[in-house]
């Protein structure tokens, strides 16, 4: 049985079926029969009318990705294809921790990035192993190889760790903007009532508690 929260997408590729309604209507309908029972919340569905060919242009996929962000939700899809052919938009979702969920296939969003994930893996380790003879051929030749390596990577990797927490900070600030302008409209003139509405939607704050008038004052710095 389905448990936890979900954001679905649902997507056809050409305005005659987003108009007949057909093609959503059965995507919706393999949604619903795969959350038949159980405890879960929909957090949001948003629909699409593009084609598949390009993850670039799809407002409404990006739009569901940052409320999977926002509410901690997976991603809820009727067929794997509505999502995306591409093996690096697929593993980025991982990275990103985005867990997505494909009803015809409830075990693809694992098994296949897995598999995607093994091929790279694989590929990483051939240019190791090509970079490691080279090395060793050139210490062969009587090339000098000196510096000392360790701290450099270990201090890149530091940076590069940084790095993506600032960015994944940054990111889900923005993602949050368009809630807390929401929320300004409807009344709420402090940071404080901006917290408390954030709380009553159900989105959690970055550590996974409740929001604090502190922490939303973080976010709008963080845009401006």
Known sequence: MAEGKFVTYLRVSTKRQGNSGLGLEAQR???????????????????????????TNRLQLQRAIAACRLFGAKLLIAKFDR????????????????????????HANRLTVGIMALVADEERRAI????KAALAAAK???????GDRGSVVSADARAKSVKARVAKAAGRAVDLLPVIAEAQAA?????RQIAAGLNERGIPAARGG????????RVLDRTT
């Open 140 to 146: 062969a030749r009587g090339v000098k190889l000196g």
């Open 210 to 217: 409740e929001w604090s008038a502190v922490q939303v004052k």
């Open 187 to 191: 009344g709420a003139a402090s940071f």
């Open 29 to 55: 309908a393999a949604v619903e029969t795969y959350l038949n029972g159980g405890a879960w919340t929909v957090c949001g569905e948003y629909v699409e009318v593009e084609s598949g060919k390009s993850d």
């Open 128 to 131: 190791s192993a090509r970079t």
């Open 83 to 106: 999502l995306s052919r591409d093996a690096h938009f697929l593993l980025g979702l991982e990275k990103a921790g985005i867990e997505f969920v494909a009803t015809d296939n409830p």
